[in-house]
């Protein structure tokens, strides 16, 4: 493994992927910097290092395995107990305050497969969102288009905040929970719309030598999936993208689960989508809501970051392993989330009846 990264690294450092754009992760500071002290490889000797340790950092994340070697689990745990154990003192935690949910999608609520196009949540999983959806104001945010991530969720009286947040719509049934009566829609990121299609189409052109790579677009981004490509051709994806990328500086580069994603630089993400919908719920600067994310990728943590902040709600990782993380506690799965949803939903029926 070791080997693999360090001619990983120095193949790009030889072929100069790196140029304008930049890569926006900011959770560099463990394993991956780890394995770059090892290597003596620092942001002076490798030029524009952002690029090369977040790599470094997505092979960390698409091998969870590897990172166990880094990281006490035990410990780990302790600091981000599960969800499913902490319930009554969580419960304890909303005690008078209005719960929103704010739900992740692929891997939160579907778990995680091959192909991305066959993401399905169960219909146990849709019954039990749509049950809480009944309960408390809930939102799916998510890296993919909304339409995409709609026609897996199928629940109108949802709000959908596709391409990390870039596209939010309240639900088609009304406004339930709004304050003022009018259709909520909030697009960031329109004017990227032809750019991140052309974009796109080159992606697919240039990544087709590669075998197991896909390239979906996702509106106001797009993904490169290397799920299914052999780990020896992970190098040769990233130049192929970077060599498109390296001619659009207003785009950046963000890693998810074994995958790369594109997106326009703006000050946008899955943190401002949740602050936005709080703020359209009328709920924003209020002490008496508590919003409860559960996501299970970095882009995730833009929305645990924004909660451990502001000291409001809390944030649930769902891993089975240890990962650095804004998140509070821990669900090991979507069967575990579903679980945790349930008990959510009897708990809040048990109390509508008292
Ligand atoms: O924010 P999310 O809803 O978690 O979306 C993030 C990305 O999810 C999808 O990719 C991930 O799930 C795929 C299906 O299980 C899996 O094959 C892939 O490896 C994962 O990265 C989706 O396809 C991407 O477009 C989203 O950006």
Same mark, same amino acid.
């Given at each position: 493994m070791v080997r693999f990264i360090e001619e990983n690294i120095t193949k790009m450092v030889e072929t100069n992927i790196i140029s304008n754009s930049e890569v926006l992760y900011e959770g560099n500071?463990?394993?991956?910097?780890?394995?770059?002290?090892?290597?003596?490889?620092?942001?002076?000797?490798? /030029?524009?290092?952002?690029?090369i340790r977040s790599w470094v950092d997505s092979m960390r994340a698409c091998s969870p395995t590897h990172l166990k070697s880094f990281n006490n689990h035990s410990s780990w745990i302790r600091e981000h107990p599960s969800a499913l154990n902490m319930f009554e003192e969580i419960l304890l935690a909303t005690e008078g305050k209005q719960i929103v949910m704010f739900l992740d999608y692929d891997g939160t609520l579907s778990p995680i497969v091959d192909d991305p196009d066959r993401a399905f949540m169960s219909k146990k999983m849709r019954s039990t969102v749509r049950k809480l959806a009944t309960c408390f104001p809930t939102a799916i945010v998510s890296g993919r288009c909304r339409e995409k991530v709609y026609s897996f969720v199928k629940l109108t009286e949802l709000y959908y905040a596709g391409s990390h947040g870039?596209?939010?719509? /309240?639900p088609e049934q009304g406004p339930k929970y709004k304050k003022k009566n009018q259709s909520l829609l909030c697009q960031p990121a329109t004017e990227f719309l032809p750019v991140i299609d052309e974009v796109y189409k080159k992606l697919v052109e240039k990544t087709k030598s590669i075998s197991g790579a896909i390239v979906e677009n996702n509106k106001f981004c797009a993904s490169v999936h290397f799920r299914c490509v052999d780990e020896n051709k992970w190098s040769d994806l990233a130049l192929l993208v970077r060599s498109v990328l390296k001619n659009y500086p207003k785009l950046m580069l963000t890693q998810g689960r074994k995958v790369l994603?594109?997106?326009?630089?703006?000050?946008?993400?899955?943190?401002?989508?949740?602050?936005?919908?709080?703020e359209s719920l009328g709920y924003d600067n209020r002490t008496d809501v508590f919003p409860i994310y559960i996501g299970d990728d970095r882009t995730d943590e833009d929305a645990f970051k924004i909660l451990r902040e502001k000291r409001q709600g809390l944030g649930i990782l769902v891993s089975k392993y240890a990962k650095?993380?804004?998140?509070?506690?821990?669900?090991?799965?979507?069967?575990e989330v579903m679980d945790f949803l349930e008990r959510l939903v009897e708990w809040k029926q048990l109390r509508c009846e008292a």
């Amino acid at each position: 493994m070791v080997r693999f990264i360090e001619e990983n690294i120095t193949k790009m450092v030889e072929t100069n992927i790196i140029s304008n754009s930049e890569v926006l992760y900011e959770g560099n500071t463990s394993p991956a910097t780890k394995v770059l002290q090892d290597f003596k490889i620092n942001d002076e000797n490798v /030029g524009r290092g952002g690029l090369i340790r977040s790599w470094v950092d997505s092979m960390r994340a698409c091998s969870p395995t590897h990172l166990k070697s880094f990281n006490n689990h035990s410990s780990w745990i302790r600091e981000h107990p599960s969800a499913l154990n902490m319930f009554e003192e969580i419960l304890l935690a909303t005690e008078g305050k209005q719960i929103v949910m704010f739900l992740d999608y692929d891997g939160t609520l579907s778990p995680i497969v091959d192909d991305p196009d066959r993401a399905f949540m169960s219909k146990k999983m849709r019954s039990t969102v749509r049950k809480l959806a009944t309960c408390f104001p809930t939102a799916i945010v998510s890296g993919r288009c909304r339409e995409k991530v709609y026609s897996f969720v199928k629940l109108t009286e949802l709000y959908y905040a596709g391409s990390h947040g870039m596209d939010i719509k /309240g639900p088609e049934q009304g406004p339930k929970y709004k304050k003022k009566n009018q259709s909520l829609l909030c697009q960031p990121a329109t004017e990227f719309l032809p750019v991140i299609d052309e974009v796109y189409k080159k992606l697919v052109e240039k990544t087709k030598s590669i075998s197991g790579a896909i390239v979906e677009n996702n509106k106001f981004c797009a993904s490169v999936h290397f799920r299914c490509v052999d780990e020896n051709k992970w190098s040769d994806l990233a130049l192929l993208v970077r060599s498109v990328l390296k001619n659009y500086p207003k785009l950046m580069l963000t890693q998810g689960r074994k995958v790369l994603e594109i997106r326009p630089i703006i000050k946008w993400d899955k943190g401002k989508a949740l602050e936005f919908l709080l703020e359209s719920l009328g709920y924003d600067n209020r002490t008496d809501v508590f919003p409860i994310y559960i996501g299970d990728d970095r882009t995730d943590e833009d929305a645990f970051k924004i909660l451990r902040e502001k000291r409001q709600g809390l944030g649930i990782l769902v891993s089975k392993y240890a990962k650095e993380t804004n998140a509070s506690y821990s669900l090991q799965d979507p069967d575990e989330v579903m679980d945790f949803l349930e008990r959510l939903v009897e708990w809040k029926q048990l109390r509508c009846e008292a």
